[in-house]
């Protein structure tokens, strides 16, 4: 089964906390096991899986990429969007995540973001449920 739902960001980078969606789509497929893939169709976000309880973890990663990747360096992708795509790069477009007994199968501090580079911007994620 693949479903797809979309996310406002509303910052020019952050994280949001796409988890419950997810799960929704895990539900509403009735698979007991198998694996969840969850993807974004886009070049200036990401999509992760970290730490959810601790609100300082998000911005001390967003942090460091922007210290990694300045927004303000001589990039010769001119849009003004280089360090959204080369961020998104580090990042990457997906995760796998198991399913057991029809939950996502995440450590205790675990939730899925979709990571944002280049907002505020309405976002699609795909999800795929394969298994029984």
């Known amino acids: 089964m693949m479903k797809s739902f979309t996310v406002k960001s509303t910052q020019r980078e952050q994280f949001l906390d796409i988890t419950h969606e997810v799960q929704r789509i895990v539900d509403e497929s009735n698979t ?9 169709p886009h070049t200036t976000a990401g999509i992760i899986i970290n730490e959810g309880a601790d609100l300082s973890v998000r911005s001390d990663i967003l942090s460091k990429l922007s210290r990694l990747v300045p927004s303000n360096e001589n990039y010769s992708h001119l849009e003004g969007n280089a360090d959204a795509h080369i961020k998104s790069a580090i990042i990457g477009s997906s995760v796998a995540i198991p399913i057991s007994e029809g939950r996502l199968t995440l450590g205790t501090w675990q939730k899925v973001f979709l990571c944002e580079f280049d907002g505020p911007r309405v976002r699609s994620v795909i999800v795929q449920v394969i298994g029984k």
Do not use: M, R, S, Y
């Open 32 to 40: 007991k096991e198998g694996l969840c893939v969850a993807f974004v």
